[in-house]
């Protein structure tokens, strides 16, 4: 078996790539993200692609160089049936007003790694692969759909590293963000910090005073500019017009309305919380409560209509429900509660705004080995309204994280954020939904603390959820096995063990055998072999590897039971991956045996691979080696000087049968004349 070393990813669907060499020493002290983001301005990556357009990087100060390894990820992409009836979202009638099309147009989520086979500056352009995307990925501005968008990560390898601070993601800012992305080829130190995304995910929608318009309150979708009804959250399947971007409300303008057929109403667009529709069309005044976001778990609905009571509050942010280690999306916003009074501490009813979810953290690393954290939760919606609808809670992220031991220092938290609590004014207006809960995926067992918790519904007057719900607990999968991890398979290459040498002692009745190797650290043991005809071996001992990248290791075992003439011993190799090879095989001949005997071996020869033994008189002279098939043919004719009393012939692949080997010394003599089989 061909020894395969490559670390991770997450495998499969992701495809093996060439990779630059992993580190092989040092410690890095980690203080601050060392994330690069660009945003993919090309508007369609086939699967395949060897390039990729990228923009100026939003944040970061690492450009892209030859050999690093980039993350591609699609953030946004997913159609939705945009009717006005409750098939909103998915295009089902009778259920929720929620989700999305899963047709050949759904990318959201998809990612890669892949190595840069350029460098490419802060200032963006073209980035070119090693090796051609496994899946396609799409930059498109809302249109007939919404919008759709993806980012190139530049992802910080390191061999040890250790935290010296918090680490933060940058928000989500509709085209960057969101995501922490790092990995350590040995051993990783939280240090007692933590690598936070929480509430850096998708955002609420924003919240707005207004005094009515026109429409129905059976509205499903309505635009922005009608004054009435509440904004959807932004998700999967595109942004608002208006969010809640980061405390303030951003206005993307009267020509992104962000959704198709609108932003506003209860409808729920991929995995965002849908706004909430007004009982009150004319005045605005019946201030339902916007919907939690989705992801793991479904967001929980938004609070009914003051005085009207009537259940036409955001609907629920839908699940993402392609979510896997190799598939992963950032937490849904909260949709935002109907506001005509403008209560609460922000004024001008942004405080009826949704919260925005969680974001992205993906960590590959060997060994954990010391206790930290890592959330992604939802944001809570504001509670300081009064007699106005609230919003609703973002939605947990998610979190992919694979480790060979030490997880169990791991807390991760991918909690659904509560939905907005308001007063009422003494009489019950619509609260909001909580959010869902998100998604973990880890190789081993967590901290017993870790959760998907889902956040909790608001209230209102009387201490009462009126018609708000919780939303549901996510997805927490442990011990997901290696090959539900993409990210394992292509992060960079991890250099083979070397054996330097492998020879033997002769000690009285014993052999001691002995080797040296390096570059050792991610090789598990040893397996010692023996044979008496170069072809069956057997187990003699295994011996644990000392685990060193870079120094010299010696290793020897004793041998006291030599009584063939002839013996041949192999190593073989033990990766941790599972994977191994085997070293050159070595001879051992006792003086009873004919010294200057010439030995060909295994017999019969396997994969056309064989060695020679030769006599000490032979070393450092010419030494001809002809192979013939049994018609005649020479299939190998190979010449050399040897410095050691092995020799190593490879016969060509296609030959199989019996052929005649012969040995020649430098003056023609042929010194050695026998059949082998090759199979």
């Known amino acids: 078996m061909r020894r395969s070393n490559l670390l991770f990813i997450l495998l499969l669907s992701f495809g093996i790539v060439q990779a630059q060499t992993c580190p092989s020493s040092g410690t890095a002290t980690v203080a601050t993200n060392a994330d690069t983001y660009f945003p993919g301005t090309q508007a369609s990556v086939a699967i395949g692609a060897t390039s990729i357009v990228v923009g100026a990087a939003s944040s970061g100060t690492t450009a892209i160089t030859t050999g690093d390894i980039v993350l591609i990820i699609q953030m946004q992409g997913a159609e939705i049936n945009s009717t006005n009836s409750d098939s909103y979202g998915n295009g089902v009638a009778g259920g929720s007003a929620n989700g999305y099309l899963n047709n050949a147009n759904h990318l959201a989520g998809n990612m890669e790694f892949a190595v840069a086979a350029n460098s490419v500056p802060l200032a963006g352009g073209t980035l070119n692969l090693t090796a051609g995307t496994s899946k396609a990925y799409q930059n498109s501005v809302y249109g007939t759909f919404g919008q759709y968008r993806y980012q190139v990560i530049r992802v910080p390898v390191y061999f040890d590293a250790t935290l010296s601070a918090s680490i933060t993601a940058p ?15 040995n051993n990783f130190s939280f240090a007692g910090f933590t690598i936070d995304a929480s509430g850096k995910g998708f955002r609420g929608g924003g919240g707005r005073q207004l005094g009515g318009g026109t429409g129905a309150n059976t509205d499903y979708t309505t635009l922005a500019s009608i004054n009435v009804n509440s904004s959807k959250g932004e998700g999967t399947a595109g942004m608002p017009r208006f969010l809640n971007n980061g405390g303030t409300l951003l206005d993307n303008g009267a020509a992104v309305e962000g959704y198709p057929g609108g932003s506003y109403g209860r409808g729920a667009p991929g995995n965002a919380g849908g706004g909430s529709t007004d009982g009150d069309v004319a005045g605005n005044s019946q201030n339902s409560g916007g919907a939690g976001g989705g992801n793991g778990g479904v967001g929980g609905r938004g609070g009914n209509t003051w005085s009207s009571n009537l259940a036409i509050g955001g609907e629920p942010g839908a699940t993402f429900a392609q979510n896997a280690a190799s598939r992963a999306v950032m937490g849904g916003g909260g949709g935002a509660g109907t506001t005509n009074d403008g209560t609460g501490g922000a004024g001008l009813g942004f405080s009826s705004s949704g919260a925005a979810g969680g974001g992205i953290v993906i960590l590959i690393l060997k060994n954990v080995t010391t206790a930290g954290t890592i959330n992604v939760n939802g944001a809570n919606a504001d509670n300081s309204v009064l ?72 209230t209102t007057a009387g201490a009462i959820n009126f018609g708000a719900a919780n939303g549901a607990a996510g997805v ?204």
């Open 171 to 185: 928000a989500w800012n509709g085209t960057t963000g969101g995501v922490v992305v790092m990995q350590a080829k």
């Open 476 to 679: 927490l999968v442990q011990n997901a096995t290696s090959g539900q991890y993409p990210v394992k398979s292509n992060i960079c290459v991890v250099l083979p063990a070397k054996i330097i040498s492998f020879t033997y002692t002769k000690q009285s009745q014993a052999l001691l055998l002995q080797w040296q190797s390096t570059n050792e650290f991610d090789v598990l043991e040893y397996e010692l072999e023996k044979s008496t005809d170069g072809t069956n071996f057997y187990l003699m001992n295994k011996v644990a590897a000392q685990n060193s990248a870079a120094a010299i290791k010696n290793y020897s075992y004793p041998d006291n039971a030599i009584n063939n003439a002839v013996i041949f011993y192999r190593l073989k190799i033990n990766d941790r991956n599972g994977g191994y090879s085997y070293s050159n095989i070595i001879l051992y001949k006792q003086k009873s045996a004919d010294a200057n005997a010439i030995t060909v071996f295994p017999k019969p020869v396997i994969n056309g691979a064989a060695n020679i033994f030769i006599p000490q008189q032979l070393i450092n002279k010419l030494v001809s080696v002809r192979v013939v098939a049994q018609d005649g043919k020479t299939i190998l004719l190979q010449q050399q000087i040897p410095n050691t009393n092995l020799m190593n012939i490879s016969l060509p692949g296609y030959f199989h049968g019996m052929a005649l080997v012969q040995v020649a010394a430098e003056n023609n003599t042929v010194l050695y004349s026998d059949k082998v089989l090759v199979k």
């Open 387 to 458: 007699n106005d609808g609230s919003g609703g809670g973002g939605a947990g992220g998610s979190i992919l994280i694979y480790a060979t031991t030490g997880l169990t220092n791991v807390t991760a938290t991918a909690k659904g954020g509560n939905g907005g609590t308001n007063t009422g004014g003494g009489v019950a207006h619509g609260p909001g939904g909580g959010g869902g809960g998100g998604v973990i995926y880890s190789s081993a067992t967590l901290n017993g603390a870790s959760s998907v918790a889902n956040g909790a519904a608001g």
